[in-house]
């Protein structure tokens, strides 16, 4: 019983605010300390250090948020932040910003292959990486939509390093507001027609809304 009531459902607000308030905060500091001329390289490193340092606060007070309010933290949440501050502090340390660029493809290749190898050997790693029960969801929609969030992760990966080679940090770091968030709802809400399918219940639909996987 004390178990059950450590763990609180966390409300949709809390989730969003949790997976996506350290992009905004790193993406608010870079564009306070980012120089007007674009061409002063010193200016631009300085701004990614200050940014990529608030980055790491803010992803580890949202990792103590979510334990405190929901009494729990997904391991989809603890594995990104522990990137988060592990090639955030290489990008402080040695002034190259290319290391927290490459920190979303590392977490995106990483759960690709794990959900596509767990599927196919049958098991729905999604399930236990998020730990989460959609309502009514049946065995055979764990799995086809651990597959498919597999696939779309290695999609991610690929699209991140594509950017990452043809825009500037500045930019790129826009495309992680406009474009990754964006996508991620969308193949989102795109797999309730197929969960409906599989038995997700009213009550389901409104978690699996609630709870996509981080995408920082």
Do not use: C
């Not at 250090?49 to 007070?61: E, G």
Request: glycine share 8%; charged share 15%; no cysteine.
């Amino acid at each position: 019983m004390a178990d059950q009531q450590s763990e609180k459902k966390p409300s949709g607000w809390l989730n969003v605010a949790v997976d996506y308030g350290p992009l905004l905060v790193f993406l608010s500091v870079y564009w306070y300390f980012a120089p007007e001329d674009k061409e002063d390289m010193v200016g631009v490193l300085l701004a990614v250090v200050h940014s990529t340092a608030a980055f790491i606060v803010a992803a580890v007070v949202a990792l103590v948020l979510s334990k405190w309010l929901t009494g729990k933290i997904s391991r989809m949440l603890m594995l990104s932040t522990v990137l988060i501050v592990g090639f955030g502090s290489l990008t402080i340390l040695l002034r190259d910003p290319v290391y927290v660029q490459i920190k979303p493809t590392v977490l995106y290749v990483f759960f690709g292959l794990v959900l596509i190898a767990g599927w196919m050997r049958g098991k729905a790693l999604l399930q236990w990486l998020l730990e989460a029960a959609f309502e009514g969801l049946d065995e055979a929609g764990w799995l086809k939509l651990s597959r498919n969030w597999g696939v779309f992760f290695l999609f991610l990966a690929a699209l991140n390093q594509g950017l990452v080679h043809f825009l500037s940090f500045g930019d790129w770091l826009w495309a992680k507001l406009w474009v990754f968030m964006p996508l991620t709802f969308l193949f989102t809400f795109s797999q309730i027609p197929m969960l409906l399918k599989h038995g997700l219940g009213a009550e389901g639909v409104m978690e699996e809304e609630e709870n996509p996987p981080p995408v920082g």
